[in-house]
């Protein structure tokens, strides 16, 4: 039997270890990671957790706010992925009273939606769909559907560089002589390439400020890199942000490039330094992060560009929950 109670302080280290030890959990689903949005959600911070007897079997970060007069539930909030993070154990009947559970406390506190946005199958020690079949059996309803591309890295280099497409490794091999690789540079000597890269998207912002990814990049030393490739000819760059989410995953969380790198393919060159990373930590995937927004697809050349370096679609889906449609209980 599991008991569902709400998250208190004296969890907070308990809490941080269980993610590094689940089966699914992931960088952004750890308190220290999400302390980077500092007082920005305190007032609405309403974490749970599952508890086995003393020990910890699930978590959920969790984030309640009022919207338009609603009280609406989100899981992330300020963070990639989100919903329940569970033991290893984890077996169908857990995931029935975990959702059951969540049911009956989202009436409890009377709130009016709640959005879960689960973590794609490749991040889990063990894939399983127990949770969302749980989810669909009890009313939650699939809401949007993102593709994330990943690479399944082989057994060593040699073979991940032959499950490349020939076009990246053409790629690699013409511009690698043109271009010198500093790894793992400070936040700020990436930060700038970024803000010329998303000035060029009209204007959009990163999704952190260099003060935040400091914070990141201090508190976790060796699970967040930044990589730059300096162009010989007239010094523009290109650079690489990588977050190791868990044990089994790399991600590309920001790829940019200064105008003057334009068709370099210093991206290209770095995606290989990533990539000898990924497998010197052992890791099994490497995330270039979504190619879709839910269903809208804005460029399909991203997706092909993943692709090229042997990469496949996993989705992250997105449930919701509407308390007018969710039915008490399920038989």
């Not at 809208?296 to 449609?325: P, Q």
Request: hydrophobic share 40%.
């Amino acid at each position: 039997m599991l008991n569902l109670v709400r998250y208190t302080p004296e969890y907070f280290d308990r809490w941080n270890r269980f993610v590094e030890e689940s089966n699914n959990g992931t960088i952004f689903h750890r308190l220290d990671f999400l302390q980077y949005h500092g007082n920005r959600f305190a007032t609405g911070e309403h974490h749970l957790l599952w508890l086995k007897g003393e020990a910890i079997f699930a978590v959920l970060p969790f984030l309640v706010m009022d919207e338009n007069g609603r009280k609406i539930g989100k899981s992330p909030y300020g963070a990639s992925f989100g919903g329940v993070v569970y033991n290893k154990k984890f077996r169908f009947r857990h995931a029935l009273e975990i959702v059951e559970s969540l049911q009956k406390y989202f009436r409890e506190i009377h709130l009016d939606e709640v959005t879960l946005t689960t973590t794609p199958g490749f991040y889990s020690v063990s894939p399983s769909n127990y949770f969302e079949y749980a989810l669909s059996r009890a009313g939650f309803r699939l809401h949007s559907r993102d593709v994330f591309n990943a690479v399944r890295l082989g057994k060593d280099y040699t073979e991940t560089w032959n499950n490349f497409e020939g076009r990246a490794r053409t790629a690699i091999r013409k511009a690698k002589e043109n271009f010198d690789v500093n790894l793992n540079v400070s936040p700020t000597e990436f930060y700038h390439i970024l803000l010329e890269d998303k000035a060029r998207h009209n204007n959009a912002k990163p999704t952190h400020t260099l003060n935040e990814l400091v914070f990141l990049k201090e508190s976790f030393p060796g699970k967040i890199f930044f990589d730059v490739a300096v162009l010989k000819k007239n010094q523009a760059k290109a650079g690489i942000c990588y977050f190791l989410c868990n044990p089994q995953v790399m991600m590309t969380f920001y790829m940019a490039q200064e105008n003057n790198a334009l068709r370099a393919d210093g991206i290209n060159v770095l995606v290989e330094h990533g990539i000898k990373r990924a497998l010197q930590m052992k890791v099994s995937y490497l995330d270039f992060g979504g190619s879709t927004l839910g269903y809208t697809i804005e460029n399909i050349g991203v997706c092909e560009f993943k692709e090229g370096f042997g990469a496949h679609g996993f989705f992250r889906d997105t449930f919701k929950y509407n308390s007018s449609v969710i039915p008490n209980s399920v038989n």
